[in-house]
């Protein structure tokens, strides 16, 4: 069993509050579960408004699988296009 495990760092443009923040964080957050089925949170940057830090995880029988699915996550995080990728830290460990 694979476990792969990101850590996406994002810097929120133009957004003063942390209404403006939950917003982004929620858009990013549904559309990585929905349409990647991975787990997603937010792990970091709580109290401050325009850095948001999210670990998505992600567990399979594949170790190019667990990659592959991470890869199409930090993509598709940017291809969004709400808020700038300025961090990202993938790890996948054989459990």
């Not at 850590?7 to 209404?19: E, M, W």
């Not at 401050?48 to 996550?73: A, K, T, W, Y």
Request: charged share 25%.
């Amino acid at each position: 069993m694979f476990v792969g495990v990101a850590k996406i760092v994002l810097l929120l443009h133009g957004g003063n509050s942390l209404k403006d923040k939950r917003s982004v964080k929620r858009k990013i957050i549904e559309r990585i579960k929905n349409k990647f089925n991975a787990s997603v949170a937010e792990v970091g940057g709580n109290d401050l408004l325009r850095r948001l830090e999210i670990g998505v995880s992600v567990v399979g029988n594949d170790q190019g699988f667990v990659n592959s699915c991470l890869d199409n996550v930090l993509n598709a995080v940017e291809g969004m296009q709400v808020a700038e990728v300025v961090e990202t830290d993938i790890e996948i460990l054989n459990v």
